[in-house]
């Protein structure tokens, strides 16, 4: 079993900044792309960013220049720097990972969510 467990979500004003955390447990041998992906009240799932085993990055056009993503492979976690927030950045957001698990199969992993509210 995989389990992610995201962090660091939560209410902040225009301008500011919040940083995700999302770290993986369990039978994990190896984690190719992680990503964030971002719900909005009414709208459909959204991707943010990702970033391979390898250090590449993507972003989705909204958060260019604001949002950096980051891996720390050996503690199988994903951040998310989130600057300048904006009240459109409003949204619940989601980490994934593709697992490989010793048994050498992959699977994507979702975390709980974590909201992420701006507004003055």
């Known amino acids: 079993q995989v389990q992610l467990v995201e962090s660091g979500g939560g209410l902040v004003q225009p301008g500011g900044s919040l940083r995700l955390s999302c770290a993986a447990s369990g039978s994990i041998f190896s984690i190719n792309a992680m990503g964030w992906y971002r719900q909005a009240p009414g709208k459909q799932r959204e991707l943010v960013a990702t970033?391979?085993?390898?250090?590449?990055?993507n972003y989705a056009d909204s958060v260019k220049g604001r949002f950096t993503i980051s891996r720390d492979n050996a503690r199988n976690t994903v951040y998310l720097q989130m600057n300048s927030l904006k009240p459109g950045d409003t949204a619940v957001y989601y980490c994934?990972?593709?697992?490989?698990?010793?048994?050498?199969?992959?699977?994507?992993?979702w975390g709980q969510g974590t909201q992420v509210t701006v507004s003055s």
């Open positions: 970033i391979t085993s390898g250090g590449s990055t």
């Open positions: 994934q990972m593709q697992i490989v698990t010793f048994s050498r199969r992959r699977y994507d992993y």
